[in-house]
């Protein structure tokens, strides 16, 4: 599923509620995040946010021709190693990279290659916070695909996170995602 582009998914916008909504309750097999190898740090946030909700990522750092042009050396193995989920270098212009991309992914899917996402850790404090939380969204919200991520959402002060979780939209919404990827995945 091509998901619109966004640098974020707070849900700012409809975009990025969209694609929140299907990485979130959706629950794809494989989620790729394609950055921007010359702005690399402004699609990280991205890559982060993802990560707290999935853990099945990849990281397709595009662009990788027009970086070598500027001068920019960008190290995927450091990188996919420090967020713990594979980086690969493409220049999907040219289909430089793409297969190894592809590998990679169905890596991901069949479970041959684990990923280890980096996470937010923060303090004792907002770590039992986060659990505690996250145990009652779950005993709230049975089938609930991510409590943890949500708990940071409503710790964070997301108001629109907490209106929806209140009101029963967001049991809702996962509930009309799954059907629809059973729709989908019956065709």
Known sequence: VDLPGTYSLLSASQDEEVA????????????IVVT???????NLNLVMQVME???K????VN???????KGLEVDARSLGRDLGVPAVPITARTGEGVQALLS?????????????PLRVEGTVEFQHAVQELAAMIEAMATGFPNGRWLAIRLLDGDARVQEALLSGELA???ARQQQSVVQHSSK
């Open 20 to 31: 929140r909504d299907f990485i979130l309750f959706g629950q794809p097999d494989c989620t």
């Open 36 to 42: 921007d190898a010359t702005a690399l740090e402004r």
């Open 53 to 55: 909700i999935t853990e």
């Open 57 to 60: 990522v990849v990281v397709a």
């Open 63 to 69: 662009l990788m021709d027009e970086a070598r042009r």
């Open 104 to 116: 990679t992914i169905a890596g991901v899917i069949s479970g041959e290659i684990v990923t280890q």
């Open 172 to 174: 809702q919404l996962a």
